[in-house]
């Protein structure tokens, strides 16, 4: 089956940049999606298709996706951004299921 | 606004059934393919199973295939999931999640939103 790798952990300052990776065997050929999960609430959509940015989602979230690595760029984050952080393709090659990469806990300084 | 809710977690012991439910409201759920997605206490999420928008198409992951299914009576706007021959690892918060794409048969996300999930948990 398809897997989906992030680092456990992202640490930033206030007001800093941060990127979230997410990697895969030629995941630049998928959709990536990317959700937000602060304690003790549902995962919101923050990313979808690689880039596209959800209605009501600051524009200091963007996304790429290129060969074996996506990224969650966060910029000039703020204590508020502070969550788990989900990457999440489809896998149709065998069969079809939805895959969640293991999440990054963003930590905010 | 879009709204989900479920509802039918609870406590059950190895082996047993339980079925969770997932109302839906603000939005035309015949329309749109559904799904579950689980995560177990301090773990991350699970995709658990998707159900096309008129019901004709289901998949699961290989976790549950053969002991859950996914059903939905969009005559009540609801989404169902269930459960059969529990086990341990299968306590989880379950939520239900909209596919973001119309009448697609194959629907494979995103999702949003979710539902604010049901607590299942499995144990003698």
């Known amino acids: 089956s398809y897997v989906l790798t992030q680092p456990p952990s992202v640490s930033v300052a206030p007001g800093k940049t941060a990127r979230i990776t997410c990697g895969g065997n030629?995941?630049?050929?998928?959709?990536v999606h990317w959700y937000q999960q602060k304690p003790g609430q549902a995962p919101v959509l923050v990313i979808s298709y690689d880039s596209g940015r959800p209605s009501g989602i600051p524009e200091r979230f963007s996304g790429s996706n290129s060969v074996n690595t996506a990224t969650l760029t966060i910029s000039r984050v703020e204590a508020g951004d502070e969550a788990d952080y989900f990457c999440?393709?489809?896998?149709?090659?065998?069969?079809?299921?939805?895959?969640f990469g293991g999440g990054t806990k963003l930590t905010v300084l | 606004q879009v709204q989900l809710v479920e509802s039918g977690g609870g406590v059950v012991q190895p082996g047993r059934s339980l079925r969770l439910a997932c109302a839906a409201s603000g939005f035309t759920f015949s329309s749109y393919g559904m799904h579950w997605v689980r995560q177990a206490p301090g773990k991350g999420l699970e995709w658990v199973a998707v159900?096309?928008?008129?019901?004709?198409?289901?998949y699961y992951a290989d976790s549950v295939k053969g002991r859950f299914t996914i059903s939905r009576d969009n005559s009540n706007n609801t989404l169902y999931l269930q459960m059969n021959s529990l086990r341990p690892d299968d306590t989880a918060v379950y939520y239900c999640a909209k596919d973001v794409r119309l009448f697609v048969l194959f629907s494979a996300g995103p999702f949003d939103p979710w539902g604010q999930g049901a607590l299942v948990t499995v144990s003698s």
């Open positions: 159900i096309s928008y008129d019901g004709s198409n289901k």
């Open positions: 030629n995941i630049g050929s998928k959709n």
């Open positions: 999440q393709v489809w896998d149709s090659s065998v069969d079809h299921m939805g895959v």
